[in-house]
């Protein structure tokens, strides 16, 4: 397959699609394809996000942010350099200000224009706590409120802004390595990568929060594979009825194992997650490559694929549809 130019159709291939706990192979929606959104030609140096704000479009590509201003035009690199090992960015429509998390550098910066080289630091603490390469970071649109990710502690940040009131919520009891957050009808969610698990808030100035728990989980681990870890979660979000699921799957860390398999998955519900029924789409994806951040849109479900052997030679975004019927 020219995975460079494919677009796969997930009628075509639908016998790779099944549940995990049953014999049997699962139905099979058609009409869903994926296929290369950005860039068309070459790779970027790293890929682990893709934000919208109107025309514009932001990559998170390591070092480097990669921006355009319309669909048809190609990637330009930002002139703001001072990021190392960045994750993600968000956009704050009331201050009308992007928020990136310069991970290596374990801050939050502000920009205005990705176009132009003026920046700010934020924040390299929140709530009298250090950040310790902040990995995601959301803007709920409902209420204002920001929120960003220590991953290693597990610890959520409320804010808004450069103002007003700020909160933590503290999960380091409950969880290990947590790299992204979600918002999804209304309610924050954290990503419990190496305990598989995801979190929903469902009271945030309570403390309160219920825990999905993955099926096959077999160890709690960074990165690996189906066979050796269970998932281990990159992202969790959700698109037009499903939960869509990325896990850190790479030939590093998969041993002998398939690092494909399971590695971009969706389901309907908590229970499907936490008894296995849900479809298998990594085969619509480029092997041994790792489906990380998810963006959903009115235009499909974006999703960054990150290369952990050999950055810069086969990072992209891809995009999900839906056909309509």
């Known amino acids: 397959m020219n995975i460079s130019q494919s677009i796969v159709t997930l009628g075509l291939l639908g016998s790779f699609c099944f549940s995990v706990q049953a014999d049997e192979k699962g139905s099979v929606l058609d ?29 998170t590509s390591s070092d480097r942010l990669f921006y355009r201003t319309d669909a048809q035009s190609p990637l330009i690199r930002s002139p703001i350099d001072v990021l190392v090992d960045a994750h993600s960015v968000v956009f704050n429509p009331v201050e009308k200000l992007f928020y990136a998390t310069d991970t290596g550098n374990h801050r939050l910066i502000t920009f205005a224009d990705p176009a132009g080289d003026t920046w700010d630091t934020f924040a390299t603490s929140l709530a009298g706590i250090k950040l310790q390469r902040p990995h995601d970071i959301v803007f709920d649109d409902a209420t204002g409120w920001m929120y960003a990710l220590n991953p290693n502690s597990s610890e959520v940040f409320r ?88 896990s850190y799957f790479c030939l590093t860390y998969a041993g002998n194992e ?32 790792v489906p990380y951040f998810l963006t959903p849109h009115a235009d499909g479900l974006d999703i960054a694929m990150f290369s952990h052997e050999a950055r810069g030679q086969a990072d992209w975004i891809y995009r999900l549809t839906l056909a309509t019927h």
Do not use: M
Request: hydrophobic share 35%; aromatic share 10%.
């Open 31 to 59: 009409g869903v394809s994926i296929q290369r959104y950005v860039p068309q030609s070459g790779s970027l140096p790293a890929c682990t996000h893709i934000t919208r704000h109107g025309e514009t479009e932001i990559v």
């Open 159 to 246: 804010f808004k802004g450069s103002g007003g009131d700020l909160a933590v919520l503290d999960l380091s009891k409950h969880l290990g390595y947590s790299r992204a957050l979600t918002i999804a009808n209304g309610t924050l969610y954290v990503i419990g990568s190496s305990h598989g698990v995801v979190v929903e808030v469902t009271d945030f100035e309570k403390q309160a929060f219920q825990i999905h728990t993955s099926f096959g989980k077999k160890k709690n681990a960074v990165a690996g594979s189906w066979q050796a870890t269970g998932l281990v979660l990159n992202d969790v979000d959700y698109y037009q009825g499903h939960w869509y699921a990325t």
């Open 258 to 289: 398939d690092c494909d398999e399971h590695k971009f998955i969706r389901f309907k519900t908590w229970d499907d997650l936490k008894t296995g029924r849900w479809d298998d789409l990594s085969s619509l994806l480029p092997s041994k490559i």
